[in-house]
């Protein structure tokens, strides 16, 4: 088959990779604990999937408006306006199925061959993936280990040229566990002010899941609504990965143009998605604050249990459900690392290659697991550093 060259450039997402290895070798009989998958391992609230089903009976099982229905836009619009306190109205979101196909469209309508895009690497592997998929440019900035994966804003500043079009943010981060401070978000907002059509995508997915002060919006600081595409989603706050919901909030005059990708590739968002999603914004948020604060001690037991192992080092994660350790000092490969827990001690984690090439030297463990799988896992890897 002759593919057109264009899907030469399309990179992917290894997690569901790994996550059938480790499939295939729990159908052999063998133990396994999952710590590839970036999916809260809890059901979707009660009131939620009620809001669904409810829906549903009452025959919200057509086409909706590309955008998305009326209702659930404003609730997005009103949302925002308190949780982030930007100035915004339904003229400014787009639903979509699932946050990604943002990603898509954003990437799509921007970016092209001349054009170069920054990026955070080691980030979601996605971003890279379809910089080069639109021919333009992809410009990594790197998150530091040393820095608790934080960037150096210099060298940002540096790397922003008279080409540069877009710059993708995403705090709380994926793969790190890193998150923005407010007077980092500050600097970068200048810097974006600088210059005219440069623009941020601002992945803000994972926002609820914070662990240290609150989420700044860069859209929030003046002047920089305009500038600024928010990313976020259903998935990860409300555990909602299965009803493919997400949304960008942008400026009104690039909203046609997201909505015309949106309606040659996927038409609209699940009608009934849409209306349960409302009930996620609208109602109580005690399951959002629960959830997070089972991840917090999560991260704990995670973080002082890799820590306690000799030859791998471990950031605190700020954010997100990640812990993004070094193993350099075990002498293995990110790779070699990721393919021998699995085989050796049964636990399937990530490569940190696959997040970009700065990713090279350290691994993903998603904790969304319970506290004692994930003390199991740590004392496998314990028994399987110890024999290297
Ligand atoms: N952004 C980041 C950083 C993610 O990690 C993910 C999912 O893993 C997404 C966006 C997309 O989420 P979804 O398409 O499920 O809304």
Same mark, same amino acid.
């Given at each position: ?177 890193? =998150?923005? !401070? ?5 600097? /970068? @907002?200048? #810097?974006?002010?600088?210059? %005219? +059509?440069?623009?941020? &995508? *601002? ?65 609209? =968002?699940? !009608? ?5 999603? /409302? @009930?996620? #914004?609208?109602?109580?948020? %005690? +399951?959002?604050?629960? &959830? *997070? ?96």
């Amino acid at each position: 088959m002759t593919l057109a060259d264009r899907m030469n450039h399309l990179g992917t997402e290894t997690a569901f990779e790994v996550l059938a290895k480790a499939r295939a070798l729990e159908a052999q009989g063998k133990e396994i604990v999952h710590l590839e998958i970036g999916e809260p391992d809890f059901d979707t609230p009660r009131h939620i999937v009620e809001a669904g089903i409810q829906a549903l009976q009452d025959g919200q099982t057509h086409y909706g408006p590309t955008p998305g229905i009326p209702q659930l836009r404003e609730a997005i619009a009103r949302n925002s306006r308190e949780v982030r306190g930007i100035d915004t109205d339904p003229a400014h979101v787009v639903v979509t199925p699932g946050a990604k196909p943002i990603m898509f469209y954003v990437i799509l309508a921007l970016a092209e061959p001349g054009v170069e895009v920054i990026y955070p690497n080691p980030g979601f592997p996605i971003y890279e993936s379809m910089i080069r998929f639109s021919g333009a440019t992809p410009v990594p900035m790197r998150l530091i280990e040393e820095k608790g994966y934080h960037p150096d804003l210099d060298d940002l500043a540096s790397k922003i040229t008279g080409k540069t079009r877009l710059i993708i943010l995403n705090s709380p981060e994926n793969p790190c566990g890193s =998150a923005l !401070t407010r007077e980092e978000m500050e600097t /970068i @907002a200048n #810097l974006v002010k600088q210059r %005219d +059509d440069l623009y941020v &995508m *601002a992945d803000e997915i994972y926002k609820d899941i914070l662990y240290t002060g609150e989420h700044h919006s860069i859209a929030a600081f003046p002047d920089m609504s305009r500038r600024t595409i928010i990313l976020d989603g259903f998935s990860k706050s409300y555990a909602m990965t299965g009803w493919r919901l997400g949304y960008g909030i942008m400026p009104p005059e690039l909203v046609p143009h997201i909505t015309r990708l949106a309606v040659n590739s996927v038409s609209c =968002a699940a !009608t009934f998605s849409q209306f349960a999603a /409302i @009930a996620a #914004l609208d109602g109580p948020q %005690d +399951d959002v604050q629960a &959830m *997070a604060q089972e991840f917090s001690q999560r991260r704990r037991l995670i973080t002082d249990g890799l820590r306690s192992i000799d030859g791998i080092n471990c950031p605190e994660p700020e954010g997100a459900f990640y812990a993004f350790p070094s193993i350099r000092e075990t002498g293995l490969s990110s790779s070699e690392f990721e393919e021998r827990a699995l085989s050796e001690a049964g636990v399937a984690i990530l490569s940190g290659s696959a997040f970009g090439e700065y990713g090279e030297g350290y691994v993903r463990l998603s904790y969304a697991n319970s506290q004692e799988n994930i003390a199991k896992a740590v004392e496998s890897l314990r028994k399987f550093v110890g024999s290297l």
